[in-house]
């Protein structure tokens, strides 16, 4: 998604993300190199691409956890590093790959914990901070668990929970690591749909890295795709995902 208006920084008026001359990696090792390319708000997009092609490491620099070794990813024509972590939490909100808590935290505490960037310092969830958990709770329906501990739950059921928490966050982009691996089919469509409304509805961004290729294809607006370091593809889903370009980045006959 390449948009021609440019303002002052460089980037669209209209951009969510300007990602420019990204290289990245650990140590000397280089995992993604020379990236240049644009995100748009209100959009589903994919990331896909084989294991270890780079798609956590992209979303960790998205995200600000991580410096570029060269180039830079704007948001919203400023540098993310360059956000207080409190005032990017309002903007940004992960559910991760793996999720472990080893306190005995209630789920309904869990979630409260997304609505903590928009809570004063030493002040308390009022009411629209409750009102908020409970809807993202009934949401993605974890809301008939939510007095059990979260050390008492089973992977996909802590999963779950997770999403909740960041749907609680109320934030305008939305970021997914393989959200879904862990959990069953009927409970992945409704946080696709979830997510797929979010867009849709309230004009949010969701950036979600898929292995599934059909939810892919069924609820993504563009697609980028990611092999040996590179973005080999990016652009609509039906134009990205067909077998010629499945066969070049994943090996495999569809």
């Avoid at 999403?163 to 609680?168: F, H, P, T, Y």
């Amino acid at each position: 998604a390449i948009s021609s208006e440019k303002n002052s920084w460089g980037g669209s008026m209209s951009d969510c993300f300007d990602i420019a001359n990204f290289s990245c990696g650990y140590g000397k090792k280089t995992v993604l190199q020379n990236l240049t390319f644009s995100l748009e708000p209100g959009k589903f997009y994919g990331l896909v691409g084989p294991n270890g092609s780079g798609k956590t490491t992209l979303l960790d620099h998205i995200l600000g956890y991580k410096t570029p070794q060269t180039g830079t990813i704007d948001y919203k024509g400023r540098n993310v590093c360059q956000y207080p972590r409190r005032e990017l939490a309002k903007e940004l909100a992960l559910v991760p790959q793996d999720f472990t808590m080893h306190f005995d935290f209630s789920v309904l505490d869990v979630v409260l914990m997304g609505r903590y960037p928009h809570i004063p310092r030493f002040g308390t969830p009022n009411s629209h901070d409750i009102e908020i958990v409970n809807q993202s709770m009934a949401a993605i329906g974890v809301d008939a668990f939510k007095d059990r501990y979260i050390t008492q739950l089973s992977g996909g059921e802590r999963q779950r929970v997770i999403v909740a928490r960041a749907l609680a966050q109320d934030t305008p982009v939305l970021i997914l690591d393989e959200a879904t691996s862990n959990l069953d089919i009927r409970h992945s469509i409704r946080i696709f749909q979830v997510m797929a409304e979010k867009v849709r509805e309230h004009g949010h961004t969701v950036i979600a890295a898929i292995h599934n290729l059909g939810f892919a294809s069924a609820y993504c607006d563009e697609i980028l795709m990611l092999k040996d370091g590179g973005l080999v593809h990016s652009g609509p889903a039906e134009q990205i995902l067909i077998p010629d370009t499945i066969q070049e980045v994943f090996e495999v006959e569809s």
